[in-house]
């Protein structure tokens, strides 16, 4: 099992980044994807996550209305469109792979773990 997340780079306040979730080594469609994301000396936190079987999502407070998560399980990728970017949203974003096909920000729901893509917003 193998995820790869991309996308990352420095990005002006109010800009935006499309993250991708390359995943290989098992079946994308069985499974719930989630995006979380660890600023320096901070916990890592969850950021949204998208059901396997309907598609339903899941948004953390501050990420509504600016994130948009989706999936194409024939690429096997999953996405993360972050708009209206804030310096806060500075951190490494990582997708991990759920243990079951619905969505949950819960940490101990996921099993592996892509190796992270940096975000920085600055001006």
């Known amino acids: 099992v193998q995820l790869q997340a991309s996308g990352g780079g420095l990005v002006q306040p109010g800009g935006s980044l499309r993250l991708s979730c390359a995943a290989s080594?098992?079946?994308?469609?069985?499974?719930?994807i989630g995006w979380f994301r660890q600023a320096p000396g901070k916990e890592r936190e969850g950021v949204s996550c998208?059901?396997?079987?309907?598609?339903?999502?899941y948004y953390a407070d501050s990420m509504k209305g600016r994130f948009t998560v989706s999936r194409d399980n024939a690429e096997n990728t999953v996405y993360l469109q972050m708009n209206t970017l804030k310096p806060e949203d500075t951190a490494v974003y990582y997708c991990?792979?759920?243990?079951?096909?619905?969505?949950?920000?819960?940490?101990?729901?996921?099993?592996?773990w892509g190796q992270g893509t940096q975000v920085t917003v600055s001006s």
């Open positions: 991990a792979k759920s243990r079951s096909s619905t969505a949950s920000q819960l940490r101990a729901m996921y099993d592996y």
């Open positions: 080594g098992f079946a994308l469609d069985y499974y719930a």
């Open positions: 998208i059901s396997s079987y309907d598609g339903s999502t």
